[in-house]
C-alpha cells in the first residue's frame, strides 16, 4: 500500500488567497481524514525557508508535522516570483534556499518546474531554451545530491518543456541519477491527449496518458493524483479536477504507472491546486485513493 498526501498550496492559492489555512489547522484537519502525511508547499504563509529561518522554528514545524502524525512526502520549492531563462541566478539561490531548508528538516524530495511559461523569449530558439534548462535542471540535481535530496520535475501547461517527447528528452539529457518526473495525472492528460500549450506541434499521444507512461518507463520518481476535464484554469495551467468529474479512467492509468512506467515511490499525492473550495473535497479525495491502494497496491 502507498501512502497518501495532500498539497499544502491547494489551501493557500486561488480562493485561499485571501484567507488561506494555516498549517496548524490543516496538518490537524488531515489527520483528522487519516492523510499519512503532506506534501508541504514551500510558499508563504506555509513552510517558506524565509518563514523557518531559526533552528527553533524549524523545530517547531517538526513538533506540529509529528503531533499530527504527518510525513512530509515532498516539497515544492517556491520558485515563482521569477522567470528561470531571464534570471536564471536568482531562480537558482531560491531553489538552493529551499534545498538547504528541507536539508535541515530532513525532507527528500523537491518538487520544481522549468520557471518559465511556454513562450519563448525573443531571439531564443526551442532547442536553446531545452538546453539551457537541461543545463538548469542538472545543477540543481548535483545541489540536491550533496544532501542526500532527490529532484522530480513537474511538467505542465504552465510551463516551457510540456511535449512528452520533449519531457522525456529532457530527463535523458539530463541522466542524473536524483532526477525524475513528477508525474501528476492532470497534466499528463492535458500534454498527451489534449496537447495543451505546446511549442512544438504535432506532439499529442494517440495513446494518451499509458502511451505517456510507456514513454517514461523507470523515469518516475513521484506521483500527483487529480483528475482533468481537458480545460485550463485561469492560471493557464491544467484544471485539477476533483476525482469523478474530469475524464481520466483511474482503472486504466493507475495499473499503467505502477506496471508500464514502474513507479516504486512511496506516495500518492492528492493534488487540488486552485481548485475552489478544496477542503471540500478533500476527504473524498482520500477515500478515492484508498480505493486505488485497495484495488493495485496490495
Given amino acids: ?32 481524514l487519516g492523510y499519512d502525511g503532506i506534501s508541504m508547499g ?12 531559526t533552528d527553533e522554528k524549524r523545530a517547531g514545524l517538526a513538533k506540529l508535522l509529528a503531533d499530527n502524525n504527518m510525513e512530509v512526502a515532498d516539497y515544492a520549492v517556491d520558485t515563482w516570483s521569477v522567470d528561470s531563462l531571464k534570471q536564471t541566478d536568482e531562480w537558482m539561490a531560491f531553489y538552493t534556499a529551499g534545498v538547504q531548508f528541507m536539508a535541515k528538516m530532513g525532507w527528500d524530495i523537491i518538487r520544481i518546474d522549468s520557471g518559465t511559461p511556454p513562450v519563448l523569449p525573443e531571439g531564443m530558439t526551442y532547442a536553446d531554451a531545452m538546453d539551457k534548462i537541461t ?3 542538472k ?7 550533496k544532501e542526500g535530496i532527490n529532484v522530480v520535475w513537474e511538467f505542465e501547461p504552465g510551463f516551457m518543456i510540456n511535449e512528452p517527447k520533449n519531457v522525456v528528452k529532457v530527463v535523458k539529457d539530463v541522466n542524473e541519477k536524483n532526477f525524475s518526473l513528477l508525474l501528476d495525472t492532470c497534466h499528463a492528460h492535458m500534454g498527451a491527449v489534449i ?10 499521444l494517440a495513446g ?28 493557464d495551467t491544467s484544471t485539477h479536477n476533483p476525482f469523478g468529474t474530469g475524464d481520466i479512467d483511474f482503472d486504466v492509468v493507475i495499473p499503467a504507472i505502477l ?23 478533500t476527504a ?8 486505488i491502494n485497495e484495488k493495485y497496491c496490495k
Fill in 1 to 32: 500500500m502507498k501512502k497518501v498526501s495532500v498539497g499544502s498550496w491547494a489551501y493557500i492559492m486561488g480562493e485561499y488567497g485571501d484567507k488561506p489555512m494555516m498549517l496548524p489547522e490543516l496538518c490537524a484537519g488531515l489527520n483528522d
Fill in 42 to 53: 514551500g510558499f508563504k504563509p506555509h513552510a517558506n525557508p524565509e518563514l523557518y529561518d
Fill in 135 to 137: 543545463t538548469m535542471f
Fill in 139 to 145: 545543477k540543481c540535481a548535483a545541489i540536491a545530491a
Fill in 195 to 204: 496537447g495543451s500549450r505546446h511549442i512544438e506541434e504535432g506532439c499529442k
Fill in 208 to 235: 494518451g496518458i499509458v502511451e505517456y507512461v510507456t514513454m517514461a518507463k523507470d523515469m518516475i520518481g513521484h506521483v500527483h493524483v487529480i483528475d482533468s476535464d481537458g480545460t485550463l484554469n485561469e492560471t
Fill in 259 to 281: 506496471d508500464i512506467g514502474n513507479y516504486k515511490g512511496d506516495w500518492w499525492s492528492v493534488d487540488l491546486c486552485e481548485w475552489p473550495q478544496a477542503w471540500q473535497v
Fill in 284 to 291: 473524498d479525495s482520500k477515500k478515492f485513493v484508498d480505493q
